[in-house]
Nanobody
Framework: QEQLVESGGGLVQAGGSLRLSCAAS????????MGWFRQAPGKEREFVAA????????KYADFVKGRFAISRDNAKKTLYLQMSSLKPEDTANYYC?????????????????????WGLGTQVTVSS
């Protein structure tokens, strides 16, 4: 079982950058496909980005393409989300998630129902 802990959130001005991290405590992080999701107040949780266990496949929501980059370091058991050109509408609680689903091993998955383990989130606030 994986326990996931996000960090790196905070308050940033529009146009700024942040790097989120997600540290995993299990011994099999490298076996898991990973994703980032976010949820703003009053809105449903939405997919942001995902990466397969090997890093060979990534997927992004249209609204973050060209601005966000997902990566992972299996040796450090850590997932990252580099966010740049941040906008006020990026304000949300950001969650990382893990899935051992074989179906997500070749191509990164965007559906939240595919993910088995979730962190508690880190808040990102972008001021205008």
């Amino acid at each position: 079982q994986e326990q996931l802990v996000e960090s790196g959130g905070g308050l940033v001005q529009a146009g700024g950058s942040l790097r989120l991290s997600c540290a995993a405590s299990g011994r099999t992080f490298s076996n898991y496909n990973m994703g980032w999701f976010r949820q703003a107040p009053g809105k449903e949780r939405e997919f942001v980005a995902a990466v397969t266990w090997s890093g060979g496949s990534t997927k992004y929501a249209d609204f973050v393409k060209g601005r966000f980059a997902i990566s992972r370091d299996n040796a450090k058991k850590t997932l990252y989300l580099q966010m740049s050109s941040l906008k006020p509408e990026d304000t949300a609680n950001y969650y990382c998630a893990a899935t051992g689903s074989y179906g997500c091993s070749r191509y990164a998955c965007s559906g939240a129902s595919n993910y088995d383990y979730w962190g508690l989130g880190t808040q990102v606030t972008v001021s205008s």
